[in-house]
């Protein structure tokens, strides 16, 4: 597994450069000023993990207390922050979270392994104390993935739930929707299937699809909901689906 950041400008501390929303998870990870693009590269058989948070500034120090408790550990098994997109905006859906943490496990083993720690579980307990609200989705990747984020592009992470009684729906309408991403200037990058989800609900279901779209303009969502054949095509997402999440992103580069 490789981690790109590019940069002009010299390297600063890791002090220096975390704020309070990067202590979601703040295990150390690249830490560089004028950052210009964002690159993660991963290898099959790691597993990448998403990690949408709510906060409340008022449980700052409850979240440090976490962090004090489970960090170190968590490294040596080797877990590792990769990079954070801060959520500019939830275009669809309810649930608002202020980030995506972007991180990975070494293994689906390795991470089993830190979970199964009597460490973990007494602090996992903190998690609904220290967040208003935390989701990690967890994918076990089974071919190389790499994701690269910039300045001058546009993104999105979109969550499909799909329903069960006409799953199909959805899939016809995410099979037809590239050529029209295409159109107005944006491209699919990846999509996470067989998602696995953890949450301060124990009764939160797994989105079937996770995916990320990068786009040229900010405006691209409108531009593409406007084109004439998206009106009919629509109809597909809405009724493959008994929910969907669709949040405006910005890769934080510094």
Do not use: C
């Amino acid at each position: 597994m490789k981690i790109f950041v590019r940069t002009a400008l010299n390297k600063v501390s890791l002090k220096q450069l975390l704020t309070p929303m990067l202590l979601l998870l703040a295990f150390p990870s690249v830490a560089q000023e004028a950052t210009k693009a964002l690159s993660v590269q991963y290898a099959p058989g790691m597993v990448v993990q998403l990690i949408a948070p709510v906060t409340d500034p008022e449980k700052r120090h409850l979240r440090d207390l976490y962090f004090q408790k489970n960090a170190e550990t968590a490294q040596r098994h080797g877990y590792r922050q990769d990079g954070v997109l801060i959520v500019d905006e939830t275009l669809v859906g309810n649930f608002k979270p202020n980030v995506f943490v972007v991180s990975h496990w070494p293994s689906l083993k390795a991470q089993k392994t830190f979970q199964a720690l009597p460490l973990f579980s007494g602090v996992k307990s903190l998690r609904r104390e220290a967040w208003e609200a935390l989701k990690l989705y967890d994918h076990e990747l089974d071919v190389p993935l790499e994701m690269t984020f910039t300045e001058d592009k546009s993104y999105t992470v979109a969550l499909a739930w799909t329903n069960p009684s006409t799953p199909s729906d959805y899939y016809e309408y995410m099979a037809a929707l590239p050529p029209l991403v295409e159109k107005v200037g944006g491209r699919f990058m990846h999509q996470f299937n067989d998602v696995v989800v953890s949450a301060h609900n124990p009764d939160e279901l797994a989105p079937q699809q996770i995916t990320f779209v990068e786009w040229d303009s900010k405006d691209g969502v409108e531009k593409l909901q406007a084109l004439p054949e998206f009106a009919e095509l629509a109809k597909k997402l809405q009724s493959g689906t008994v929910r969907f999440e669709l949040h405006r992103v910005t890769p934080r580069l510094q």
